[in-house]
């Protein structure tokens, strides 16, 4: 309760706009208070991220203040900051950003005095000065940035990427968006605690992160973005290496089901109008275990069909589509007491491409 009640203290006292959503942790291991100058909410300690802490992006008084000695962590639920975050650390640092339930934090390897926001709309809201001619950025959201340091930057990305071969971090430069060098790690980092690491979990076109390959000034970018190449043909020389597929996306249902779902529906809009002409797609269903291998077998064919049926009443055309199923065979889980969340991953439509 402690941790609420500061809170509650810091909007008296100073008028801040702060919210949490979800509930904080009620362990109190952490001192916060406002440095009385206006400029910020300063973390002196050890901060539970635990819930959604909503402030007010338009005034400097409610940007948290990570000091030297803090750091934040998160225990069992995913908790971030609605808001701008600043870090006094004189290290990399984990910036626990978000916005509108998306959470996307950033890493800096040089984070001291640099202050991040992120936006979860188009970046193609912003104005620019002349037209964009290699990347396609991103619909997902928007990082806005203030340092003078020069340093590595990590974003993390989690859904609608056609292609994380041809990922790049996009930065907003002199009025336009620019590709940054960059390259998507094989393995995420950790973005539940402040301390940069990576996890033993690879980078997916469904999750994970991408860094630059060097260390850049970050003065010369207002926001950054993550984009892909927009030139179709140079996509399909992208894929057209070898005849070998490649998952580009998966799509689930739910139990004993076979009909889209409102996000499933959302997700394919997207993929259609990544999808180059003259592409080869291939739509493999799966299944749980439950019924029998020749029901599930059919079922999964049943699921592919579907994803077929709706490119086709959806403009996809001069699109070779390949359907099969392997019912219960394939599981992404194999356990006899997986919970309803993990086995929704065994009910799926493996969506691949020529690469």
């Given at each position: 309760?402690?941790?609420?009640?500061?809170?509650?203290?810091?909007?008296?006292?100073?008028?801040?706009?702060?919210?949490?959503?979800?509930?904080?942790?009620?362990?109190?291991?952490?001192?916060?208070?406002?440095?009385?100058?206006?400029?910020?909410?300063?973390?002196?300690?050890?901060?539970?991220?635990?819930?959604?802490?909503?402030?007010?992006?338009?005034?400097?008084?409610?940007?948290?203040?990570?000091?030297?000695?803090?750091?934040?962590?998160?225990?069992?639920?995913?908790?971030?900051?609605?808001?701008?975050?600043?870090?006094?650390?004189?290290?990399?640092?984990?910036?626990?950003?978000?916005?509108?339930?998306?959470?996307?934090?950033?890493?800096?390897?040089?984070?001291?005095?640099?202050?991040?926001?992120?936006?979860?709309?188009?970046?193609?809201?912003?104005?620019?000065?002349?037209?964009?001619?290699?990347?396609?950025?991103?619909?997902?959201?928007?990082?806005?940035?203030?340092?003078?340091?020069?340093?590595?930057?990590?974003?993390?990305?989690?859904?609608?990427?056609?292609?994380?071969?041809?990922?790049?971090?996009?930065?907003?430069?002199?009025?336009?968006?620019?590709?940054?060098?960059?390259?998507?790690?094989?393995?995420?980092?950790?973005?539940?605690?402040?301390?940069?690491?990576?996890?033993?979990?690879?980078?997916?076109?469904?999750?994970?992160?991408?860094?630059?390959?060097?260390?850049?000034?970050?003065?010369?970018?207002?926001?950054?973005?993550?984009?892909?190449?927009?030139?179709?043909?140079?996509?399909?020389?992208?894929?057209?290496?070898?005849?070998?597929?490649?998952?580009?996306?998966?799509?689930?249902?739910?139990?004993?089901?076979?009909?889209?779902?409102?996000?499933?529906?959302?997700?394919?809009?997207?993929?259609?109008?990544?999808?180059?002409?003259?592409?080869?797609?291939?739509?493999?269903?799966?299944?749980?275990?439950?019924?029998?291998?020749?029901?599930?077998?059919?079922?999964?064919m049943e699921r592919a069909n579907t994803i077929?049926?709706?490119?086709?009443?959806?403009?996809?055309?001069?699109?070779?589509?390949?359907?099969?199923?392997?019912?219960?065979?394939?599981?992404?889980?194999?356990?006899?007491?997986?919970?309803?969340?993990?086995?929704?991953?065994?009910?799926?439509?493996?969506?691949?491409?020529?690469?």
């Amino acid at each position: 309760m402690r941790k609420i009640f500061y809170l509650i203290l810091l909007s008296l006292f100073t008028g801040n706009v702060i919210q949490a959503q979800n509930g904080f942790s009620a362990e109190s291991n952490f001192f916060i208070h406002n440095n009385n100058t206006g400029n910020g909410i300063v973390i002196h300690d050890t901060y539970e991220l635990n819930s959604v802490v909503k402030t007010n992006r338009a005034e400097n008084s409610s940007t948290f203040i990570f000091d030297k000695q803090s750091s934040w962590k998160q225990n069992m639920f995913a908790g971030y900051i609605d808001g701008k975050v600043t870090s006094n650390i004189e290290t990399n640092f984990v910036f626990p950003v978000g916005n509108n339930e998306k959470y996307c934090p950033l890493v800096l390897t040089n984070s001291k005095n640099s202050t991040v926001c992120y936006f979860n709309e188009p970046p193609m809201n912003f104005p620019t000065s002349g037209s964009q001619e290699f990347e396609v950025i991103s619909k997902n959201g928007y990082w806005s940035i203030a340092s003078n340091n020069t340093s590595k930057i990590s974003l993390y990305f989690s859904d609608n990427i056609l292609n994380k071969d041809g990922l790049t971090i996009l930065g907003f430069k002199n009025g336009n968006w620019v590709r940054v060098s960059s390259v998507v790690d094989s393995l995420t980092f950790n973005t539940r605690k402040s301390e940069f690491s990576f996890l033993e979990e690879s980078s997916t076109i469904d999750k994970g992160s991408i860094t630059t390959v060097e260390e850049i000034d970050l003065s010369n970018y207002s926001a950054l973005a993550v984009g892909t190449l927009s030139d179709t043909s140079i996509i399909s020389n992208v894929i057209g290496k070898a005849v070998v597929f490649s998952n580009i996306k998966s799509i689930h249902f739910p139990f004993n089901d076979k009909d889209l779902t409102e996000y499933s529906t959302n997700l394919l809009n997207h993929l259609i109008l990544n999808i180059p002409k003259n592409a080869k797609l291939k739509l493999v269903g799966h299944t749980d275990f439950y019924g029998s291998s020749d029901y599930n077998y059919s079922f999964g064919m049943e699921r592919a069909n579907t994803i077929k049926t709706f490119f086709e009443l959806n403009g996809i055309t001069n699109v070779e589509i390949e359907i099969q199923s392997e019912g219960e065979d394939s599981p992404k889980v194999d356990c006899e007491n997986c919970s309803s969340k993990e086995m929704v991953l065994n009910r799926r439509v493996d969506i691949y491409m020529v690469k």
